[in-house]
């Protein structure tokens, strides 16, 4: 590209010059530990000369539009494509929105509709809703830190709150560029944001003490202890890169094996949304999962350890032993009993499904619960049981809709059946004939 015979704006030819190497300095790179490849200071030049880039002295204007500023850029180590910092300062009422991924995936983002009819998003985030009454308040929560609090009854299936993104990361950022250069990015996604917008990401947490750690440090750990990974657009060419996503207020949910509220992020409005999993009481603290609940309290708290750095204090991971292997009994027998409805030729009958729901309303796992009542719908229909299978259809909508959408394989199917079950494909299937029912998800 144009912008690579830049000496001042390109990087990647700046990192050439700085090594001895040419054009094999590529190939040590990858062997290095890349905080030794670059000198801070080389890289703050860097990144100031690229300031004065987007102020159009010294390159080539951006080459993205409908972005405020679109640079820096730096080639990946292993791809001639490049990795930029994309921030539209208007996003969002003025809340801003920065971007570090390649020009072609920021031009597709751009032309989704939270961008092109910014009237979309108006009163999604918190801090720009003042006509909406909060839901919740922040506090401090012992042994967690800060966290959300409900200030009213919420009902199941409820919007909680919602938010645009921060910051979204592209994975190739730490696929393809050297720790330092990834960081580096990162920090300019946050410099170039307005500055409330700014303070609000430096407040969040670090999880452990982070006193004279240098910025684009610190920076990393706030994303690392905050972020979601978003599953790209279904239009999105390359679904494999994922975008590593924050969301500043959402941010301040703790997480808990048996949450009260799960999240699921809108491509179009570019919203995170937080619905009630079911009812919730004033003075509850509102949380979600960040790991997987059905595993047993072992494996969910090694995870929790591993992934996140906290010892999980939640209320299923403190009772008692005895309390502790009724629920990972009932979380096993739902994993032995779920597969036996996808697999083929399926076993599973309604009584199973029926089972299924019981252990997992027990156990509290209403993130999933949608699941068994499609099963026990479709298994009702597939025995001539038209009214059962109705009411299960409607509860398996009452659950699933808010956090799959009406999109969802299930939900549709949902939603058909219930309209006219006897002419659904799973009517009387199982009656005098070999046919199983199995749905694909
Ligand atoms: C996304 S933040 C949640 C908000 C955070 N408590 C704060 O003060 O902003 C994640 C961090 O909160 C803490 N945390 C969240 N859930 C927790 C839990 N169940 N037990 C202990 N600490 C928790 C951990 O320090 C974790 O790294």
Same mark, same amino acid.
């Given at each position: 590209? *144009? ?34 490849? +670059?000198?801070?200071?080389? $890289? ?16 080539? +204007? ?23 910092? @994309? ?53 401090? &929560? ?13 009902? #199941? *299936? ?10 979204? &990361? !592209? ?27 700014? +303070?609000?990401?430096? #407040? ?14 610190? &920076? ?8 979601? !990974? &978003? ?11 994922? $975008? ?20 699921? @992020? ?34 969910? #708290? ?7 750095? @906290? ?17 990972? !009994? ?112």
């Amino acid at each position: 590209s *144009g912008h690579g015979q830049n000496e001042v704006c390109a990087f990647n030819s700046l990192f050439v010059q700085h090594s001895s190497g040419g054009p094999e300095y590529a190939a040590e790179l990858q062997l290095q530990p890349s905080l030794e490849t +670059a000198d801070e200071d080389i $890289l703050r030049q860097l990144a100031s000369d690229a300031i004065s880039c987007r102020n159009g002295t010294l390159c080539d +204007a951006p080459r993205v539009q409908n972005w405020t500023s679109s640079l820096p850029c730096i080639k990946g180590i292993f791809s001639d494509e490049e990795i930029c910092v @994309f921030t539209d300062s208007n996003f969002a009422q003025g809340r801003g929105i920065s971007l570090v991924t390649t020009p072609a995936r920021a031009q597709f983002i751009a032309s989704q509709p939270a961008f092109t009819s910014s009237a979309l998003i108006k009163n999604v985030n918190p801090d720009r809703a003042h006509t909406i009454p909060a839901n919740y308040k922040m506090k401090e &929560i012992p042994g967690k830190g800060m966290g959300l609090e409900a200030i009213r009854h919420m009902k #199941q *299936g409820q919007l909680i709150m919602a938010n645009t993104p921060s910051l979204m &990361i !592209d994975y190739r950022s730490f696929e393809w560029l050297p720790l330092q250069d990834h960081q580096l990015l990162q920090t300019m996604a946050v410099e170039y944001l307005p500055e409330a917008h700014q +303070a609000a990401i430096m #407040q969040l947490s670090t999880h452990d003490d982070v006193t004279d750690m240098p910025k684009d440090e610190i &920076i990393s750990k706030i994303t690392s202890t905050n972020s979601f !990974d &978003i599953t790209p657009h279904r239009e999105d060419l390359e679904q494999d890169y994922k $975008l590593f996503t924050l969301f500043p207020d959402i941010a301040r949910l703790n997480h808990d094996c048996r949450p009260n509220a799960a999240y699921r @992020f809108d491509h179009a409005t570019m919203t995170q949304k937080i619905h009630a999993l079911r009812d919730i009481l004033p003075g509850e603290e509102l949380t979600l999962s960040y790991t997987n609940p059905s595993v047993s309290r072992r494996e969910r #708290q090694d995870r929790l350890k591993r992934l996140w750095g @906290f010892q999980c204090g939640c209320k299923s991971c403190t009772q008692n032993e005895r309390r502790g292997k009724e629920s990972d !009994d009932r979380v096993a027998q739902i994993n032995s009993l779920k597969p036996k409805f996808t697999d083929y030729p399926s076993t599973a009958t309604a009584a199973m499904a029926e089972l299924l729901i019981n252990l997992s309303r027990q156990e509290g796992l209403w993130e999933t619960i949608y699941l068994p009542y499609t099963y026990a719908a479709l298994k009702y229909n597939s025995i001539g049981e038209s009214s059962m299978a109705v009411k299960h259809a409607h509860m398996a909508m009452q659950y699933g809709l808010p956090l799959v959408g009406n999109e969802h394989s299930y939900m549709i199917e949902m939603a058909t059946l219930v309209d006219k079950p006897s002419e659904h494909w799973s009517w009387r299937t199982s009656l005098g004939q070999s046919i199983n029912v199995v749905i694909e998800e």
